[in-house]
Structure formats: structure tokens, C-alpha cells
């Protein structure tokens, strides 16, 4: 999983190579995905680094230098890369702020979705059916990328993503606001369309394969499944979020004039 978070960012336009550069992207507040950093002692330059990602919540990976110049080759990145994000973050109460006078919330919460192109999907059916905003955790998930940007068609621009270091705080944080916390896992209690989701809400969708983590499931309100007739037992997290994000449209639409 996070050697295909890191393939698909191996352009040279999104990294920024060297520790001046590097020092710079953190002090202007530059949208950044993670820091790789060459193992060894950390001196110097490097630690300065290495504490203001930390400071900033941006993930640092500590890896052998040969891995630096395969993701940069033929730079001086002494040591040290920068990826950048295809789009800033925002913070989970800057979703909520934006939320209008009278309307009720809708998130969709993404746990551990490790595919850009599901991630870009889920973007795009996010802007589509007027959520709010996505959460993704910082780690064990794809970032915001061009190959994310790319496959949410342009929705990237439109849909805030906040990016939060634990899953199961902010469930609660959320909770503690009035929000529902709906889960979708294959064994859920009720299917999707019988369960009510007309109020304040906040979708979970598991990871690919993983479904949701222990943690994350003990903190939903609920859990709803999706009616699966053949042979194949799961969807696409792209399509189950879209479904689920549609029907919590198609149960608000006495208030949307459809």
C-alpha cells in the first residue's frame, strides 16, 4: 500500500529536493504531503526539518538515501524530499464553518482508503451530491495528489479535505457537535435506504479490503451494508460512498426542491 501512495508521486514537478528548499516550503506554509528524510543521525539542517514537519503534523519517512534518487534522480537533495500536495488541507472545523445557516452537515470520513483514483472518485461524487467536506486520516492513506486531482475530475477544487492524525478523536469531536456517525461495513445492521439520514451526518467508508478499523467502527452510531446479491461480496469504496452519499441526497430532497 504505501509503495503505491509513493509511485504515483514520483513526478519531479510535485517534489521539492534539497534542505534550503525544503526549509522554505515548511516556513511559507506550502501544502505538503510528507518528507522523506535519508536514515542516520539527525544534525543540523535535518533536524531543523524533521521538528517543524512534526511541528506542522506532516508525516516524516526516515529511508535509505537510494531511495531519495529514485524519486529524484540526478538532483543535490542532501538527504532530504519534499512532497508536495496537489491542494492545502483544511481543519475539520473549517468544513463545518462553511456549512450554511439551517443546512445539516454532511461528511464522508475515509479510513485508510490507500487508491488515489478511489480517493479522487470519492471526491467527485462528495462535490456532486453537495458534502461538505472528506476526512482522511495523515497516515496509511493516499494524500492529496495530481493522480487524486486528476481522477476527481476537478472536483479537488471545490471539496475540503481535512487531513487529522486520529480517526477515532475526531469521530468524537464530531459526535460531542450533534453529528451521526453512520459506518458501512458488509455485516451492518440495516441496509442503507432503510436507516435514517436526513440530519447532521457523517459517512464512514472503509478501507480497500480492511473495511473499518476496530476503533473507528466502536466509535459509529450505526452500521449500514449495502444489499450484495452475486457472487462478489464488497464494492469499490468509491461506489459505496457514492451511493450512500446519494441516498442521504434522495432523503433530503423535501428540503432541496428536487
Same mark, same amino acid.
Given at each position: 500500500?504505501?509503495?503505491?501512495?509513493?509511485?504515483?508521486?514520483?513526478?519531479?514537478?510535485?517534489?521539492?529536493?534539497?534542505?534550503? @528548499?525544503?526549509?522554505?516550503?515548511?516556513?511559507?506554509?506550502?501544502?505538503?504531503?510528507?518528507?522523506?528524510?535519508?536514515?542516520?543521525? +539527525?544534525?543540523?539542517? +535535518? +533536524?531543523?526539518?524533521?521538528?517543524?514537519?512534526? /511541528?506542522?503534523? %506532516?508525516?516524516?519517512?526516515?529511508?535509505?538515501?537510494?531511495?531519495?534518487?529514485?524519486?529524484?534522480?540526478?538532483? &543535490?537533495?542532501?538527504?532530504?524530499?519534499?512532497?508536495?500536495? /496537489?491542494?492545502?488541507?483544511?481543519?475539520?472545523?473549517?468544513?463545518?464553518?462553511?456549512?450554511?445557516?439551517?443546512?445539516?452537515?454532511? *461528511?464522508?470520513?475515509?479510513?485508510?482508503?490507500?487508491? @488515489?483514483?478511489? *480517493?479522487?472518485?470519492?471526491?467527485?461524487? &462528495?462535490? /456532486?451530491?453537495? /458534502?461538505?467536506?472528506?476526512?482522511?486520516?495523515?497516515?496509511?492513506?493516499?494524500?492529496?495528489?495530481?493522480?487524486?486531482?486528476?481522477?476527481?475530475?476537478?472536483?479537488?477544487?471545490?471539496?475540503?479535505?481535512?487531513?487529522?492524525?486520529?480517526?477515532?478523536?475526531? %469521530?468524537?469531536?464530531?459526535?460531542?457537535?450533534?453529528?451521526?456517525?453512520?459506518?458501512?461495513?458488509?455485516?451492518?445492521?440495516?441496509?442503507?435506504?432503510?436507516?435514517?439520514?436526513?440530519?447532521?451526518?457523517? *459517512?464512514?467508508?472503509?478501507?480497500?479490503?480492511? #473495511?473499518?478499523?476496530?476503533?473507528?467502527?466502536?466509535?459509529?452510531?450505526?452500521?449500514?451494508?449495502?444489499?450484495?446479491? #452475486?457472487?462478489?461480496?464488497?464494492?469499490?469504496?468509491?461506489?459505496?460512498?457514492?451511493?450512500?452519499?446519494?441516498?442521504?441526497?434522495?432523503?433530503?430532497?423535501?428540503?432541496?426542491?428536487?
Amino acid at each position: 500500500m504505501r509503495e503505491n501512495i509513493l509511485k504515483e508521486s514520483a513526478n519531479l514537478d510535485d517534489i521539492i529536493a534539497g534542505r534550503n @528548499p525544503v526549509k522554505e516550503a515548511l516556513r511559507s506554509g506550502r501544502p505538503i504531503n510528507k518528507i522523506m528524510i535519508a536514515e542516520g543521525v +539527525l544534525t543540523g539542517p +535535518l +533536524l531543523e526539518i524533521f521538528a517543524a514537519a512534526r /511541528a506542522g503534523s %506532516i508525516p516524516v519517512q526516515k529511508v535509505e538515501r537510494q531511495r531519495l534518487e529514485k524519486f529524484a534522480p540526478g538532483t &543535490a537533495h542532501q538527504g532530504v524530499l519534499a512532497f508536495l500536495a /496537489a491542494k492545502e488541507y483544511v481543519e475539520v472545523d473549517d468544513i463545518l464553518e462553511g456549512v450554511s445557516p439551517g443546512e445539516a452537515p454532511l *461528511l464522508i470520513i475515509l479510513d485508510e482508503i490507500s487508491d @488515489p483514483h478511489n *480517493l479522487g472518485a470519492i471526491l467527485r461524487s &462528495a462535490d /456532486a451530491a453537495g /458534502a461538505h467536506g472528506v476526512v482522511i486520516p495523515r497516515r496509511r492513506s493516499a494524500p492529496l495528489t495530481p493522480t487524486v486531482a486528476k481522477a476527481s475530475a476537478g472536483a479537488i477544487e471545490y471539496v475540503k479535505v481535512a487531513r487529522v492524525a486520529n480517526l477515532p478523536q475526531t %469521530i468524537e469531536g464530531l459526535k460531542k457537535k450533534g453529528l451521526w456517525i453512520i459506518g458501512a461495513e458488509a455485516n451492518g445492521e440495516d441496509l442503507y435506504w432503510d436507516a435514517k439520514l436526513d440530519g447532521p451526518l457523517a *459517512l464512514v467508508i472503509g478501507g480497500e479490503g480492511k #473495511g473499518l478499523g476496530r476503533l473507528v467502527k466502536e466509535r459509529c452510531d450505526s452500521i449500514v451494508r449495502l444489499p450484495m446479491n #452475486g457472487q462478489v461480496n464488497s464494492l469499490n469504496a468509491s461506489v459505496a460512498a457514492a451511493l450512500l452519499v446519494y441516498e442521504v441526497l434522495r432523503q433530503r430532497k423535501k428540503d432541496l426542491n428536487l
